[in-house]
């Protein structure tokens, strides 16, 4: 899904697109699904006119699809601590230019679910499943 947030740098806001989440039923995984919906989500977004795609996932997974650590554009996104610093990403369009940078802002829902333990993915028993594949693609 994709879905707009705010980008703060300093008193400048940019508004971008999150890809998020993303998700293929365990059934039907590694059929090609998940590289079609994202394939399709970036080019969506480009044909929109966005700058730029963050998103929060897997370093062993995103990059084949052109997504790169956001610190390199200038990018951060609050991880929860578990999460590889590589985990925050970004994809930079037809449209970006390099002052699109800041912070990575979400908007005030997101805030709720994570206040609330019961719902957070982040307050879950154990961390997602890519966290420990994190540096490695499954064999
Ligand atoms: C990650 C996910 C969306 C991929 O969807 P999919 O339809 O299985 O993916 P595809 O069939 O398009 O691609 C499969 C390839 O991705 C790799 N891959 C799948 N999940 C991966 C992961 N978590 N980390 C690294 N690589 C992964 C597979 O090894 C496979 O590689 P290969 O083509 O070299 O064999 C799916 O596995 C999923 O829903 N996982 C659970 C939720 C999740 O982790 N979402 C991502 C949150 S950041």
């Not at 971008?16 to 998940?34: A, E, I, N, T």
């Not at 997974?61 to 956001?70: C, L, T, V």
């Not at 970004?90 to 940078?101: N, S, V």
């Amino acid at each position: 899904m994709l879905h707009h947030l705010d980008l703060r740098d300093g008193a400048t806001t940019h508004e971008v697109v999150s890809l998020s989440p993303v998700s293929v039923r365990p059934d039907v995984q590694r059929r090609g699904v998940g590289s079609a919906l994202i394939r399709s989500a970036i080019e969506r977004a480009d044909q929109r006119g966005e700058p730029l795609i963050v998103l929060e996932g897997s370093p062993a997974y995103y990059p084949r699809f052109g997504f790169r650590p956001a610190r390199e554009l200038g990018i951060t996104i609050t991880l929860p601590s578990w999460a590889p610093e590589d985990a925050a990403m970004a994809y930079p369009l037809a449209r970006y230019r390099p002052e699109i940078k800041g912070h990575v802002v979400y908007p005030p829902a997101f805030g709720r679910v994570n206040r609330d333990r019961e719902l957070s993915p982040y307050a879950a028993p154990s961390p997602p499943a890519w966290r420990a594949s994190a540096t490695t693609v499954p064999g």
